[in-house]
Nanobody, 115 residues
Framework: QVQLVESGGGLVQAGGSLRLSCAASGIRFADNAMGWYRQAPGKQRDLVAVISSSGVINYADSVKGRVTISRDNAKNTVYLQMNSMKPGKTAVYYC?????????WGQGTQVTVSS
């Protein structure tokens, strides 16, 4: 019933930009907080950004100034705009939906930043 589908990942050069999208279904999207998380190989899954139903936004310190999270409730979609990307190991970005009862995760979209 609940599905979160990420898209927009791929290969980008250092300093470039990428926009990720997460389309949600099966939930009352406008009522729930949405977040983006990043997981590199062998590492824990870390918060990148979260946006509440009322529009309150929190960013991880490591991405402040380079990342913008936004949501379009009419499209049931949350976005992550990433600019000035830094080179590093490939990571998977996951979309998360926070409902009062459950937290839901998407399958992730892979992002690689080349030097």
């Amino acid at each position: 019933q609940v599905q979160l589908v990420e898209s927009g990942g791929g290969l980008v050069q250092a300093g470039g930009s990428l926009r990720l999208s997460c389309a949600a279904s099966g939930i009352r999207f406008a009522d729930n907080a949405m977040g983006w998380y990043r997981q590199a190989p062998g590492k824990q899954r870390d918060l990148v950004a979260v946006i509440s139903s009322s529009g309150v936004i929190n960013y991880a310190d490591s991405v402040k100034g380079r990342v913008t999270i936004s949501r379009d409730n009419a499209k049931n979609t949350v976005y992550l705009q990433m600019n000035s990307m830094k080179p590093g190991k490939t990571a998977v970005y996951y979309c998360k939906a926070r409902t009062p009862l459950f937290h839901y995760w998407g399958q992730g979209t892979q992002v690689t930043v080349s030097s």
